[in-house]
Every structure is written in structure tokens, then in C-alpha cells.
């Protein structure tokens, strides 16, 4: 009875996998559609889990992974904007130093570099027939780029904390040498002024 039970459930199972499959097929159609190779990969090796024997979904996911990888190396070569906009070298934001600045925008190819080398091993990997030294060297690659960025976080984190306590400190300097300084009122007389308010 055991042993029947469990051909029966494996017997249900293997169409709603095989239903499932089809599915993420479908989304990942739709993504490469719109150019969108992230989730193309993401939903074609979903579905390739589901159907490893399919040769024709792994054409889409060696396709999917080739193309992301393209898109990755071409944002590395020539890299957007960064998420959090890097204002030109005459326009800091109030306590923002030049060094910071610098951390930010190095910080950011790296990642892009790291990106794109993650992209390509994956693609290589994909192919039917793998370089496994390539992809060591990939992956390598990829590693120290990940160090070099994880580095480069924590000197920006540093910078920021150091800019903040400096934007302070001179902002109090500033204070108590102007503290008591107030203009002349009706008649020559000694205007008083609050401290910090404008005479």
C-alpha cells in the first residue's frame, strides 16, 4: 500500500512540475520580450530545475545568461549614473568632502566590474561544454572585486562619519566666534542680537 502511495504522488506530481515549468517558460519569454535579462535567467533556471532533461529551455537559459552578461559588461565599460547621484566637484552637499565623493563613484564601477564578471561566469558555466579554468578564473576575478568593494564601503562609511563631526565642529567654531557679535541700532546704539539670529 505504501509503495503504491508513492507512485500515485510521484504520478500527480510530475505534471503540476511539469506545469510549473511551463509557467516560468512563459515569464521568462515575456522578460527577454522586454530585454530584461535579470529576470529572463532567473526565470528560465527556475523552470530548468523543474525540467533539467528540456534542451530547448536550455537554450533560452544559455541565451538569457549570455545576453545579461553583455548588459552587465556594457554598463561596466560605460558606467550610468550612480543609484545615489555624485553632484559635479563645485557642488558638494553640505558636508560632503571630496574624498567621499571619490569612495562613491569608485566604489560604484567596482560593483559594475564585479557584476559583469559574475554575469560571464555564469554564462560560462551554462555552455555545453564548460572551461573550468575560465570559469576559476571568473570567479576569482569576481571575489577580489567583491573584497575591493566591500573595502571601499567602509572607508566611504568612515569618510561620512569624519565629514559629519567636522561639519559640526566647524559649524560650532563658527558660532562661538560670532557669538555676541550684533550691528549697530537707531542712533549708533549697540543692537543685541540672539545667538545664531541674523542682526
Same mark, same amino acid.
Given at each position: 500500500?505504501l509503495v503504491a502511495a508513492i507512485v500515485a504522488i510521484v504520478a500527480v506530481g510530475a505534471p503540476v512540475r511539469a506545469d510549473?515549468?511551463k509557467k516560468l517558460v512563459k515569464e521568462g519569454d515575456r522578460a527577454s520580450a522586454r530585454r530584461d535579462w535579470?529576470?529572463?535567467?532567473?526565470?528560465?533556471?527556475?523552470?530548468?530545475?523543474?525540467?533539467? =532533461?528540456?534542451?530547448?529551455?536550455?537554450?533560452?537559459? +544559455?541565451? $538569457? !545568461?549570455?545576453? *545579461? %552578461?553583455? &548588459?552587465?559588461? /556594457? #554598463?561596466?565599460?560605460?558606467?550610468?549614473?550612480?543609484?545615489?547621484?555624485?553632484?559635479?566637484?563645485?557642488?558638494?552637499?553640505?558636508?560632503?568632502?571630496?574624498?567621499?565623493?571619490?569612495?562613491? =563613484?569608485?566604489?560604484?564601477?567596482?560593483?559594475?566590474? +564585479?557584476? $559583469? !564578471?559574475?554575469? *560571464? %561566469?555564469? &554564462?560560462?558555466? /551554462? #555552455?555545453?561544454?564548460?572551461?573550468?579554468?575560465?570559469?576559476?578564473?571568473?570567479?576569482?576575478?569576481?571575489?577580489?572585486?567583491?573584497?575591493?568593494?566591500?573595502?571601499?564601503?567602509?572607508?566611504?562609511?568612515?569618510?561620512?562619519?569624519?565629514?559629519?563631526?567636522?561639519?559640526?565642529?566647524?559649524?560650532?567654531?563658527?558660532?562661538?566666534?560670532?557669538?555676541?557679535?550684533?550691528?549697530?541700532?537707531?542712533?549708533?546704539?549697540?543692537?543685541?542680537?540672539?545667538?545664531?539670529?541674523?542682526?
Amino acid at each position: 500500500m505504501l509503495v503504491a502511495a508513492i507512485v500515485a504522488i510521484v504520478a500527480v506530481g510530475a505534471p503540476v512540475r511539469a506545469d510549473d515549468a511551463k509557467k516560468l517558460v512563459k515569464e521568462g519569454d515575456r522578460a527577454s520580450a522586454r530585454r530584461d535579462w535579470d529576470a529572463a535567467a532567473s526565470d528560465y533556471g527556475e523552470a530548468a530545475k523543474l525540467a533539467p =532533461d528540456d534542451a530547448r529551455l536550455r537554450d533560452k537559459l +544559455r541565451r $538569457a !545568461l549570455d545576453r *545579461r %552578461a553583455r &548588459a552587465c559588461e /556594457a #554598463r561596466a565599460a560605460k558606467p550610468p549614473p550612480a543609484p545615489e547621484p555624485i553632484p559635479p566637484m563645485f557642488e558638494q552637499p553640505h558636508g560632503s568632502s571630496l574624498k567621499a565623493m571619490w569612495l562613491q =563613484d569608485r566604489r560604484w564601477h567596482t560593483q559594475l566590474a +564585479r557584476e $559583469a !564578471l559574475e554575469a *560571464r %561566469a555564469d &554564462a560560462e558555466a /551554462a #555552455r555545453p561544454k564548460r572551461d573550468e579554468a575560465t570559469i576559476a578564473r571568473l570567479r576569482a576575478g569576481a571575489a577580489d572585486k567583491r573584497k575591493e568593494e566591500d573595502s571601499l564601503a567602509a572607508q566611504l562609511a568612515e569618510q561620512k562619519r569624519n565629514d559629519e563631526a567636522a561639519a559640526v565642529k566647524n559649524q560650532k567654531e563658527m558660532e562661538k566666534a560670532f557669538e555676541g557679535v550684533g550691528g549697530l541700532g537707531v542712533g549708533g546704539q549697540p543692537m543685541k542680537t540672539m545667538k545664531g539670529a541674523s542682526p
